[in-house]
């Protein structure tokens, strides 16, 4: 006959040290989480070029749907952009930015837009992303307004 009070029989976790595992296991990932998620520069570029594509569209769907000229206009040395009249957007300061557009779309060393017109075309043009060892270009083509974007890696 096998007593109760043989240890082989009594192992096993109390109550209380579950409870204490399962707070330490919640403290931990509050604390991982309460952190926000660590962004690498490559990463910042993705999104920020993925913003970029995302507002030159809606600059040329604004455009047709309008029956007016709608640009993105971008500072490329503060990171800055706005679509038509919607508020100023500010990108990563961890980017680079180049603008190549038409020549009459430049208004400074820093700045220039790229326009839609109102039947879908546009001046056409592009923006290269740069952050960390990542390149992103988005392009804008002349005839058809689409808005492409391409990792240059």
Same mark, same amino acid.
């Given at each position: ?21 399962? +707070? ?22 993705? +999104? ?14 604004? +455009? ?85 974007? +391409?990792?240059?890696?």
């Amino acid at each position: 006959m096998i007593s109760r009070s043989d240890p082989a029989e009594c192992a096993g976790f109390t109550l209380l040290e579950l409870l204490i595992v399962l +707070a330490l296991i919640g403290l931990i990932g509050v604390a991982l989480l309460s952190g926000g998620r660590p962004t690498s520069p490559s990463t910042a570029a993705r +999104a920020a070029a993925g913003e970029l594509a995302s507002a030159l569209r809606l600059a040329r769907a604004e +455009a047709i749907a309008e029956d007016r000229p709608v640009g993105l206009l971008l500072n490329v040395a503060s990171r800055r952009y706005r679509v038509g009249a919607h508020p100023i957007r500010t990108l990563p300061g961890t980017l680079q930015l180049t603008l190549l557009t038409a020549k009459g779309d430049v208004r400074s060393g820093t700045e220039g837009r790229i326009r839609f017109n109102p039947d879908g075309s546009s001046t056409g043009g592009r923006i290269d992303v740069t952050g960390g060892q990542r390149k992103l270009s988005v392009r804008v083509d002349w005839l058809t307004g689409r808005v492409s974007l +391409a990792d240059k890696r």
